[in-house]
């Protein structure tokens, strides 16, 4: 007969306790091994009934196994050596021989240790008893098959000599910890790598009385949890990425955080890359060209890395990346399915033969398992996600793709909404560039500087314009407006009030006039809604409108429901505001400005703003025109340039509550050389001398030129206010940037171009004119009017000095 491992029996014999006593039966049904336990257990030494049969012990006829490998368990009756049956819970395991015959380890136990017994076999979940000295004592059938090393094996064994954990250190303290104090430990987890899969387990320990010999220990019992951890940490990771993807309005950022929230959680590394259609660039990827022969197909928008250098990435972010057609990124984007490849195929005859960068670097990193997924939102493609893994040895699952496509769906919205944002603020930012003023220029009438400042510090649109308008007469319009709101909207409408704006201040119309017509359009505006909700921007609107004239250097303001523009004395550097009736803010169809005449002496600033300068959710508007004042108090002479920034000074470092235009405006004056005045009598015949004296005027000022044109408008306008206008007359002749004539009468009819017949023998003075000139128009004032028309300069005309 060979004998078994005898090490592994005498372990397990050794070890046996708790009422539990082992023997040994050979292939003949022998007994070979006979343990002091079984002893205690049926009261035979062990030279009593060593190579004795073992049915001698039986108290009746029994059926045995036979022929088996595997093992039996059950109730039997034994007689104990005083002759009195003794029922027995009985386990037989298979114990290969060293020749390969077949003994028999036989687990004699009283029935209520059988008991205990059957139910921890019964058990699915893996248990072990120790003992004081942390050997193992007993397991069930679920630990063993759970961790494959044979039960004689594992008995009588510490911890650290038949490892079941990860972390045996761990493990092993918890064990010794419930031993000495007694006091059970439920639901500790952690974490076991099981055939190249985590495992997560909630392992409970607690005391038992008898582990072996009466002598206390503990049983250790552990649950797979991997499930409901996975669902624990899915929870988690979507909430977390539910708080940080979409808190922007970035594309970019958006990418970005998707990235971030996946490593080094689900990957090693990600790429967030978008597709063509997505439009960041000033050109569509298509027009990058090639690098290759391969596509650049996507723009990497985001990506992140276990490691700080970025060694696994072939572009940086924000570059076009090339892919080979044929590749699966094309073929994701193309479907719209999720690529996973559990290994990642590297060798010949596949895509990357056409991409050996690509190869070198995932052959020389160990990128070893590859997921790739579409980002998708609106039944639009925006790009894909692509996630590796190198130092974590785990490939990809199903699992794991399918958390990554929650994420990455619940990104794919946030992308979409900041790519719809980006699209409106790009075209909003294109519109209000187109509509402002690009440099704002006062000729010689005002020097200007002007500050935007939405309040949006990314750069932002809203409604807030200011212009500068040369008018008729050398004059300038200075002009600041508000629309409530911002974004796109109020960018359009702010558009359409400054071209009427522009348009009414070329028909020289006063500025009251004008506030009107702009006003009326305003109403018209919101009708045109047709009932249905208004925008932002058709909420309300405020306007300030100046007309400075250098000749006479004299401003008409008005405003409606705009603040009061301020003054600065170039005398003494004094702060004011100008007195100018509010009026209602525009759409309110009151209709109602009144007009103010302020003497504005040569070196005043004029400083136009709107309302977010002055008012913010802290401070009334009083509050802040009087930080205004202060601030644009200096000593006089001060430059526009500091003024100006001392005005948005005021604002400070917080943001801003509302968009901001600042408009400062220097007067100037025209020296007297640059200009004449004559009083007309209302007689025909003074028409003559004054056509001789502005052709004078005109040849000292070098415009020889201009004189054949310039003595037939003035002919036909004073012969047209002689004739149809009323006292006191004035000719004016302005040398500006163009030549000006105008004729001045205080009376009520305005001259009207027709078209004369052959037979007519007049009417035909205001066409003439009209044809002669440059820009002809009428503008009309409470004591009359003025008819005016320019003639460009000659080119290079500097003119006599002043």
Not at 115 to 132: H, I, K, Q, S, T
Not at 155 to 177: D, F, I
Request: hydrophobic share 40%.
């Amino acid at each position: 007969m060979t004998s078994p491992d005898d090490k592994a029996i005498d372990a397990a014999a050794a070890d046996a306790g708790g009422g539990t006593a082992l023997a040994v039966v050979d292939g003949a049904g022998r007994l070979t091994r006979w343990t002091d336990s079984a002893r205690r257990l049926l009261g035979y030494r062990a030279e009593e009934v060593l190579s004795t049969p073992a049915a001698g012990l039986l108290a009746a006829a029994a059926e045995l196994p036979n022929g088996f490998t595997g093992a039996w368990s059950g109730t039997v009756g034994l007689r104990h050596r005083d002759g009195a049956p003794f029922p027995m819970g009985l386990r037989v395991s298979a114990l290969p021989g060293l020749d390969g015959e077949m003994d028999w380890l036989v687990s004699m136990a009283p029935p209520d240790a059988a008991v205990l017994e059957a139910v921890g076999e019964a058990c699915p979940f893996p248990m072990a008893v120790w003992d004081g000295d942390l050997r193992m004592t007993w397991l069930n059938d679920a630990l063993a098959q759970a961790y494959g090393m044979p039960r004689e094996l594992r008995l009588g064994r510490r911890l650290n000599e038949s490892p079941l954990y990860r972390n045996t250190r761990e493990v092993t303290r918890l064990l010794r910890k419930v031993l000495n104090t007694g006091v059970p430990e439920i639901d500790h987890e952690l974490e076991q790598l099981d055939h190249y899969r985590h495992r997560a387990y909630a392992l409970s320990v607690f005391p038992v009385a008898n582990a072996r010999d009466g002598r206390p220990g503990v049983c250790s019992l552990n649950v797979d949890v991997t499930s409901s951890r996975r669902t624990r940490e899915r929870m988690t990771l979507l909430s977390r990425a539910s708080r940080r993807i979409g808190a922007h309005l970035d594309v970019m950022q958006t990418a970005q955080d998707l990235a971030d929230v996946l490593v080094p959680v689900l990957a090693d590394y990600v790429t967030v890359d978008l597709a063509e259609s997505v439009e960041l660039g000033d050109a569509p990827l298509a027009r990058l060209g090639s690098s290759h022969g391969d596509v650049p197909a996507f723009f990497r928008a985001g990506q992140m890395s276990i490691h700080d250098d970025f060694r696994e990435s072939l572009w940086p972010r924000g570059s076009a990346v090339f892919v080979p057609p044929d590749s699966p990124f094309i073929e994701v984007l193309s479907s719209g399915r999720s690529h996973l490849e559990t290994v990642l195929e590297t060798g010949p005859g596949n895509w990357l033969d056409h991409d050996p960068r690509r190869r070198e670097r995932i052959l020389t990193l160990g990128m070893h398992t590859l997921l790739i997924l579409p980002i998708h939102a609106r039944d639009e493609i925006l790009g894909i996600a692509v996630m590796v893994r190198t130092e974590n040895p785990l490939p990809f699952d199903e699992n794991d793709r399918t958390l990554a496509e929650e994420l990455v769906s619940r990104a794919a919205l946030s992308l979409d909404n900041a790519r719809r944002y980006t699209r409106e603020h790009t075209a909003a930012l294109a519109l209000q560039r187109d509509l402002l003023p690009s440099d704002p220029n006062g000729g010689n009438a005002v020097d200007v500087v002007s500050r935007y400042l939405p309040s949006d510090a990314e750069g932002g649109v809203g409604g807030d314009w200011f212009d500068v308008i040369p008018v008729s007469g050398a004059r300038v319009a200075l002009v600041v407006g508000d629309v409530v709101g911002h974004g796109i909207n109020a960018a359009a409408t702010m558009g359409r009030l400054r071209t009427a704006v522009i348009t009414l201040a070329a028909l020289d119309q006063p500025p009251d006039e004008l506030l009107r017509n702009l006003d009326e359009l305003y109403v018209r505006l919101t009708e045109e809604s047709d009932g249905r909700a208004l925008p932002t921007a058709l909420m309300g609107a405020t306007c300030l409108y100046m007309v400075y004239d250098p000749v006479t250097r004299c401003c008409v303001s008005a405003r409606a429901g705009h603040p009061p523009p301020a003054f600065i004395d170039p005398a003494t550097g004094e702060v004011s505001y100008l007195d100018i009736p509010s009026g209602a803010p525009l759409g309110i169809g009151t209709r109602s400005f009144q007009p103010v005449t302020h003497h504005v002496p040569e070196g005043s600033v004029l400083v136009l703003y709107t309302d977010g300068l002055v008012e913010t959710r802290e401070h009334d508007i009083d509050h802040g025109l009087e930080q205004l004042r202060l601030a644009l108090t200096q000593p006089p002479g001060t430059g526009l340039e500091e003024l100006t920034a001392r005005a948005v000074g005021t604002l400070g470092d917080h943001r801003q509550d509302d968009d901001v235009a600042v408009l400062l405006a220097r007067t100037r004056s025209l020296c007297p050389s640059r200009f004449a005045t004559w009083e007309v009598p209302r007689e025909a015949a003074a028409v003559a001398g004054l056509r001789a004296a502005a052709v004078r005027t005109l040849t000292a000022w070098g415009l020889e030129r201009l004189v054949p044109a310039a003595e037939q408008i003035v002919g036909e306008l004073l012969a047209n206010a002689v004739l149809h206008g009323a006292v006191p007359i004035r000719l004016r002749l302005i040398r500006d940037r163009v030549l000006v004539v105008e004729v001045f009468d205080n009376g009520c009819s305005m001259p009207r171009q027709h078209k004369s017949s052959s037979a007519d023998e007049a009417g035909r003075g205001v066409a003439l004119a009209a044809a002669l000139s440059s820009r002809f128009g009428v503008r009309s004032f409470p004591e009359g009017k003025s008819v005016w028309a320019e003639l460009e300069l000659p080119a290079g005309y500097t003119g006599p000095p002043c």
